[in-house]
């Protein structure tokens, strides 16, 4: 009979009785938990990879415009100089000024397809850097403070994207 006054018993007995009655449906809960956050995991995971894909598309596609252009350059330079031999006994100085301004011509030309493929790069680094950051927070943090630190750093790197 003392062993049914016994506070341990039925501490005890009431544990048991909650692991048994709570314990199936929080093991339910926590997996579907689990499962929804592994999805997202796996959904920003395959994002990343399709925009790394589309980067480097774009990165090829700028390299063959610069490629072109380059080789558009020694084209003109090659031109420039056949012009060159055909001209000079009519003007050899208006030859000169002819050359060095398809040089410089050539020379912009260059630049400029430089200066947009690094431009494109940045972007495309900035938005594959941005969501490589967002998908490592996410594993680590809430949702709503994921959610705030990701569109203040998306700001930050637009705003460094416009200047």
């Known amino acids: 009979m003392d062993i049914f006054l ?3 018993l039925w ?3 009431a544990f048991v ?4 009655l ?4 929080l093991y339910k809960m926590v997996g579907s938990m689990l499962d929804q956050r592994i999805a997202r995991v796996k959904s920003t995971i395959s994002e990343a990879e399709n925009l790394r894909q589309q980067a480097e598309k774009i990165l090829k596609e700028y390299q063959e415009k610069f490629g072109q252009a380059e080789y558009e350059a020694r084209e003109m330079v090659l031109r420039a100089q056949a012009e060159a031999e055909l001209l000079k006994e009519q003007s050899f ?4 000024l ?6 410089r011509d050539a020379i912009a030309k260059m630049e400029q397809a430089q200066q947009q493929l690094l431009q494109q790069t940045k972007t495309e680094i900035a938005h594959m850097a941005t969501h490589a950051v967002y998908a490592l927070l996410s594993e680590k943090m ?3 403070l994921d959610e705030q630190l990701f569109e203040h750093s998306l700001e930050e790197v637009q705003s460094q994207i416009k200047v």
């Open 93 to 96: 100085k208006n030859l000169e």
């Open 22 to 25: 709570v314990g199936r449906n």
């Open 17 to 20: 009785l909650f692991v048994v």
């Open 11 to 13: 501490v005890g007995v």
């Open 142 to 144: 809430t949702a709503k």
């Open 6 to 8: 016994n506070p341990t």
């Open 98 to 103: 002819t050359l060095e301004r398809r040089q």
